[in-house]
């Protein structure tokens, strides 16, 4: 039990629960102010974030991260389909009775983000996207590279270097040692990591040749929708390489790309404070 002058932090913050259509969702919260949910990466559960990242967003924000349904500490039937994913998101918004709020994501967690933003275009107030794909046909694909190491049961230090940061750059290798650190600090009440038999299969469920297939006329609805939205990438994308947005640039509208050098697939665990901070400022002055 932690003691009354005990500092809230994303390494001590305590797991909550709430059920919602048929299953229990496993969700942390930090800060307060305009509600930020967040969606997770591939192989990804409450334990992947960056403390420092999401202690720097809870200056601004109140911080919501979560597993989904039926991974790490949640229940009901897995998915890596972007819309139920976003349902996930979506359900615990309502669970939570957050009307209006900014939503977030990371890697396969921005192609939910993006879902939700076209589905309840009303209740979103701004999207950030780290590390991730816009919907349809895409020109550049993934490095070959990426699926060696992300399949691996386990990674090391060398596999997060390889998949998250930029293994060329000695700034880069020395900030993926630090936030493998800061990952590894919270020792109670940790998500179960991912088992390669459910990844795999989920991997093999999708079935689909386009990493984000538009089902739902998602590029032309977020074009013209006027709903802010930063995407922010390393330089170096190994997974989604950023140079897809570039064709989008002057296409969406409301749509700021913000490209950092020398980093990879985490921009946000190399530069926590950098990156919140860019995100804070993006929705105070971005309405």
């Keep these: 039990m932690k003691s009354s002058s005990e500092t809230i932090s994303a390494i001590n913050v305590s797991t909550r629960f709430v059920s919602t259509n048929g299953r229990t969702l496993a969700y942390r919260e930090l800060g307060s102010g305009t509600a930020l949910i967040l969606c997770l990466r591939f192989r990804g559960v409450l334990d992947s974030w960056d403390p420092a990242f999401l202690d720097n967003l809870a200056k601004s924000f109140r911080v919501i991260t979560f597993d989904y349904s039926g991974l790490g500490q949640s229940t009901g039937d897995a998915s890596y389909q972007a819309e139920a994913l976003a349902r996930d998101a979506m359900d615990l918004a309502d669970a939570l009775a957050i009307q209006r709020f900014v939503i977030g994501g990371w890697s396969l967690g921005g ?33 070959p590279i990426f699926l060696e190491h992300a399949l691996r049961p386990d990674y090391d230090l060398e596999d997060e270097i390889v998949l998250f940061f930029e293994p060329t750059s000695d700034a880069s290798r020395k900030a993926a040692a630090a936030s493998h650190a800061r990952i590894a600090s919270r020792v109670a009440d940790r998500s179960p990591a991912i088992r390669p038999e459910t990844y795999m299969r989920l991997l093999t469920e999708r079935k689909e040749e386009e990493i984000f297939p538009d089902r739902g006329g998602y590029r032309e609805f977020l074009a013209t929708a006027g709903i802010p939205i930063l995407v922010v990438s390393g330089d170096h994308e190994i997974v989604f390489p950023v140079e897809n947005w570039f064709e989008l640039n002057q296409v969406w509208k409301s749509l700021h790309l913000l490209v950092l050098p020398q980093m990879g697939h985490g921009p946000q665990h190399e530069a926590p404070d950098l990156v919140g901070d860019l995100i804070a400022s993006f929705v105070a002055t971005r309405p």
Excluded: D
């Design 111 to 143: 192609l939910a983000a993006q879902v939700v933003a076209t589905t309840i275009p009303e209740r979103i107030s701004h999207v950030v996207l780290i590390g991730t794909s816009p919907p349809g046909k895409v020109a550049y694909g993934s490095e």
